[in-house]
């Protein structure tokens, strides 16, 4: 049978679950009922219902002629039609119920003549139950792990107090029965029917399960172990399970003529326990499903917790409840031709409906999937919607005190701000000063009147609780309230560590009494440098103090605070705080933590503590913060700001220099100016070419107090060929400070060598003298010059001739002719008659020499001028078929000419090649001599020379080919621009 199904033509209801968002607009979700009943209308005819069950959006319907409907809910259109043989022909019974499985993948089917049938999704056929043949079933306790395509191990109730274990397993097989196994696994007591079963799981406990049972007036629970089987063994899990007594508890009530157990739709959220309910002859027995402890002891907690809903609380009438189920947060409750739903948190009624035309439901059942609602008569199916379920149960919990439940489920900020004022309030009034400020801190109560309330109460640590929750509420663009709120509480942690500490000096000061008055009267404890070496040792007091350990708390706690809102704080503000509690650990927190380096550093400053300073300078990557504080430091703690400096290469070295000279000012004879190093850092390792570095280095060690210029020296020598100091400057300051040495260097170096060697010999320094008068090398004269200065000193300072001259030897400029003037007139000449004498030898063969090179010099010019005599008979032989050098054509065609090289042109080749290698002047006059030749005149120029004997001159000077003119075009390429064109040819 096909056919669709809907509801009126309407489209399925949606429950929306969870919290929806503060800007939504839901006044229309909020106008609509809870509850609703609206009937399915089918599309095809149905005869009378005698059964349904839901589970997964699969729906069974049994219907007359033992006929059973499977809808899947999804795609209505398409429905099942199982028949059940044994029930077509009439008188032989009808369908008195079904129980499907959460997945709704396996149905079990019980008559009212104890025939029971098994029908799985994936069979259009029904398999008759033989092991369970003659008892009526009346609830099934389904397997709670992941569904398969067996049952698993189930319990099945029967109407004759029975609970059996089975496991059925699908089979095409005709004859292979689809029970593995059936066993009786307990019996009622008394034998009433067992109307009620729910089999759990316990979270991370898979040996146990917990297990419900209800028949009649009794409801059982137990806690206990299964039996776990390897796979493949289909032994029963429950053989072992009702063995143990003490693992059941029980709840009695007046045994009645319908008894129903259900249990809550499965929460996605797994947010809460999952609540039961039972019907009974009293009422609605209901509670949480809580899932521990997994002792048999969750039996006694849940049955005490549960409460009973008296059946006398609904309308009054005659008619019993026939059913019930549950959703979320309420109980459904069927009632002849009436549904109600009541609430379990206030058991008051919210739903109250009764059908139209008085029609009789048959039942009540629910889809625990899918959390949908379902009843039906015999005629018609009903579906009960559920909208918005949860939207007012947080008003519940709130008027409950349940205060978390409530704010969990309140949707709006106004809803979760209402929560939170409420609860603040009772904590306040529970005296629960420090969850209030966490609650209120996010409430929208008036901050004045939560402060005053605190500070009435005289709970500073709530109050600033409560500071702290409602800074972290504020918006970031609330400046001015966020920066106000956290000077506060700045304020209220230095009273707080003020006070802890006044404490324990307080105490302190009584303990100290305490043990003065003790000693007084002489019963008190040895003192520690009294104690006898064998002395039984006292047993010591425990360290840790508890107000020493607050402390440490409450400064740990304005650490984190420091450190969350160290941008909100206000510097100047803080700073002012901090310091009128003179709390020095906490300013100096609160300025490392946000950055103000600089507050830190003039803080030590102040205090003189140079190596703090140094260590926060240290930090730093801006340079300014170095210059800053460079004098006061360098002056106090030269040494580790020295190597504070070093450590920073971007630091400019000409802006220390202040420092440098202030420092230099107060460094007392006799010790090292550690500020040469850094210079020396700044010249050697940066390479500054700075001259105001490079003076002041000079200046430190030209005015060293110290005689010895060793070190001075040994600059300029290094930097005597790049001086990027002033020359001036440092001759001026050698000069001020006697640095004689270091005078005569910077004379050699600016070439001033007589002032040098000036300088050297009036200090006597004859050596140092002598090797300034060697400098000027490349100019004897200057050379001789000085040392004969030098000579002259030394003669006149020696006390030995011998001795003057053995020095003035060092010098081959020098004669003794030289220095015969600077003798006195009293030497006897036999004190350097041996210099005379090797100085007339040297003459005789220096002339000598001269006679010798003056007899090469005639012979050399006879013969040049024999040789000019034989060139005007010279000659050469031209052979018939040499050619021109220039133009390649032979050469006795026209006038030649021929060189001594055996070159040979054409006359006109020869003047046009000459005219092109020569310079403009030369071609220039090679153009007016051959214009004059073409006029016939003769003589031109004052030399009497005709014209052609003037161009002759002129192009026969030298070889085109071998002489000046080749060697000049040395530079010049092999292909000119006029053989571009040739040269492209051949490209």
């Known amino acids: ?127 008759q139950l033989s ?49 593995r196994y059936s066993r009786l696994a307990w019996k009622v007591p008394g034998g009433a029917a067992v109307d009620g079963l729910v089999v759990d799981l316990l979270p991370g406990k898979p040996e146990l399960r917990r297990l419900m049972v209800s028949a009649r ?42 008894s129903v157990l259900t249990v809550s739709p499965e929460d996605e959220s797994l947010s809460e326990d999952r609540t039961f309910a039972w019907l009974n002859e009293s009422g609605i027995y209901n509670g949480k499903l809580y899932t521990a402890p997994s002792t048999p002891e969750l039996g006694n907690i849940i049955f005490q917790d549960s409460r009973l809903y008296p059946e006398s609380n609904l309308p009054e009438r005659a008619v019993p409840i026939l059913g019930i189920t549950l959703t979320k947060y309420h109980v459904l409750i069927l009632r002849d031709s009436e549904i109600f739903a009541v609430n379990l948190l206030d058991s008051t009624v919210v739903f109250d409906e009764r059908l139209s035309g008085g029609e009789r439901l048959l039942g009540i ?7 949908t609602y379902w009843a039906y008569s015999s005629e018609n199916i009903y579906e009960i919607t559920v909208t918005d379920e949860d939207r007012d149960v947080w008003k519940i919990y709130l008027e409950q005190a349940r205060f978390d439940e409530a704010l969990r489920l309140a949707r709006t900020p106004r809803e979760r701000d209402t929560v939170a004022t409420a609860h603040g309030d009772f904590l306040l009034d529970n005296k629960s000063f420090f969850e209030a400020a966490n609650v209120l801190g996010k409430s929208s109560k008036p901050f004045e009147t939560v402060a005053i309330r605190f500070m009435e109460l005289k709970k500073s640590d709530a109050l600033r609780r409560y500071l702290v929750v409602k800074l972290g509420g504020y918006k970031p663009k609330q400046t001015m309230q966020r920066t106000m ?38 019963d008190s404890e040895k003192p520690v440098d009294q104690v006898g070496l064998f002395d039984k040792p006292k047993k010591r007091r425990p360290s840790g103090n508890p107000v020493d350990m607050e402390i440490k708390r409450v400064k740990q706690e304005f650490h984190d605070f420091v450190e969350q809102h160290k941008k909100v704080l206000d510097h100047k503000t803080t700073y002012e705080i901090i310091s009128s509690y003179g709390r020095q650990e906490e300013l100096l927190f609160y300025a490392n933590s946000a950055d ?66 202030s420092y230099s000012l107060t460094v007392p004879a006799g010790e090292t100016n550690l500020a040469i190093r850094y210079l020396l850092y700044a010249v050697n390792r940066l390479k500054s070419t700075d001259s105001a570095v490079h003076n002041t280095l000079i200046s430190i ?81 200057l050379r001789k010059k000085l040392w004969l200065r030098v000579a002259y000193k030394v003669i006149n300072k020696e006390h030995g001739i011998k001795s003057a001259i053995e020095f003035l030897k060092r010098c081959e400029l020098l004669k003794i002719e030289d220095l015969l003037p600077f003798f ?73 000419y021929v060189f001594p090289c055996q070159h040979s042109f054409h006359g006109d080749c020869l003047v046009s090649k000459v005219r092109e290698l020569s310079g403009p002047r030369v071609k220039r006059r090679i153009t007016e001599l051959q214009a004059e030749i073409q006029k016939g005149s003769t003589v031109v120029g004052p030399n009497k020379k005709t014209a052609a004997e003037e161009l002759d001159g002129l192009v026969t000077a030298e070889c085109i080919l071998c002489g000046p003119y080749m060697i000049n075009s040395i530079d010049e390429p092999f292909v000119s621009e006029r053989d571009q064109e040739e040269l492209a040819e051949w490209a």
């Open 485 to 522: 709120l956290a000077s506060w509480i700045v304020e209220m942690f230095m009273e707080k560590l003020n006070s802890l500490e006044d404490s324990m000096a307080t105490r302190e000061s009584e303990r100290t009494t305490n043990i003065e008055a003790a000693q007084a009267n002489g």
């Open 596 to 661: 103000d380096y600089a507050y830190v550093l003039s803080y030590w400053v102040r205090l003189e503590k140079w190596m703090a300073a140094l260590q926060v300078l240290r930090k730093q990557s801006d340079p300014e913060i170095y210059y800053k504080y460079s004098t006061v430091l360098l002056v106090n703690c030269p040494k580790d700001t020295v190597d504070t400096w070093i450590r920073m290469p971007d630091l400019a070295p000409r802006r220390l220099i202040p420092a440098i000279l």
């Open 824 to 896: 006195p007139d009293f030497v006897v000449i036999d004190d350097f008659k041996e210099e005379i004498c090797a100085a007339l030898e040297e003459y005789s063969r220096n002339i000598d020499n001269l006679r010798k090179e003056m007899d090469e010099s005639t012979q050399t010019s006879e013969t040049i001028r024999a040789d000019i005599s034989a060139l005007g008979e010279r000659f050469a032989i031209v052979e018939p078929g040499e050619k021109c050098f220039v133009c390649s054509y032979p050469l006795l065609s026209r006038l030649f």
């Open 1 to 127: 049978m096909n056919g669709t199904m809907g509801r009126d033509g309407a489209p399925p209801a949606q429950i929306f679950d969870g919290a929806l968002d503060a800007d939504v607009d839901d006044d229309d979700e909020s106008d609509l009922p809870i509850f609703s009943i609206e009937r399915v209308q089918l599309q095809f005819q149905i005869s009378s219902i005698a059964a349904m069950a839901v589970a997964n959006n699969i729906l069974y319907l049994a219907v007359a002629g033992g006929r059973i409907l499977r809808i899947d809910l999804n795609s209505p259109q398409d429905i099942d039609d199982v028949e059940l043989p044994k029930l077509k022909a009439p008188g032989t019974g009808s369908v008195r119920g079904l129980f499907l499985d959460p997945s709704g993948s396996h149905l079990l089917v019980t008559t009212s003549t104890a025939e029971n049938f098994y029908i799985s999704s994936r069979s259009p056929r029904a398999k």
């Open 365 to 371: 059942t629910s889809d625990s999937k899918s959390s």
């Open 217 to 258: 007036g009794r409801l059982w629970h137990w806690v206990a172990k299964i039996q776990r089987h390897t796979p493949g063994d289909y032994s029963p899990i429950f053989a072992k399970f009702f063995d143990d007594e003490d693992s059941a508890v029980h709840m009695d009530f007046s045994a009645a003529a319908v």
């Open 701 to 781: 060690y030209a005015s060293d107090k110290s005689i010895e210029e060793s070190a001075l020296l040994e600059y300029l020598e290094l930097h005597d060929t790049d001086r990027y100091y002033d020359t001036d400057f440092a001759l001026r300051l050698c000069i001020k400070h006697h640095r004689v040495q270091s005078c005569i260097f910077i004379y050699s170096s600016m070439s001033l060598y007589e002032e040098a060697v000036d300088l050297a010999l009036k200090n006597d320094n004859f050596e140092l003298a002598s090797v300034v008068a060697d400098r000027p090398a490349d100019d004897p004269e």
């Open 131 to 179: 092991r369970v043949k003659g008892s009526v079933i009346t609830s099934v306790g389904w397997n709670p792990t992941e569904p398969t395509s067996s049952t698993k191990e189930i319990l099945i109730g029967t109407s004759d107090g029975k609970i059996i274990e089975t496991y059925i397993e699908p089979s095409d097989e005709f004859f292979k029965r689809e029970e």
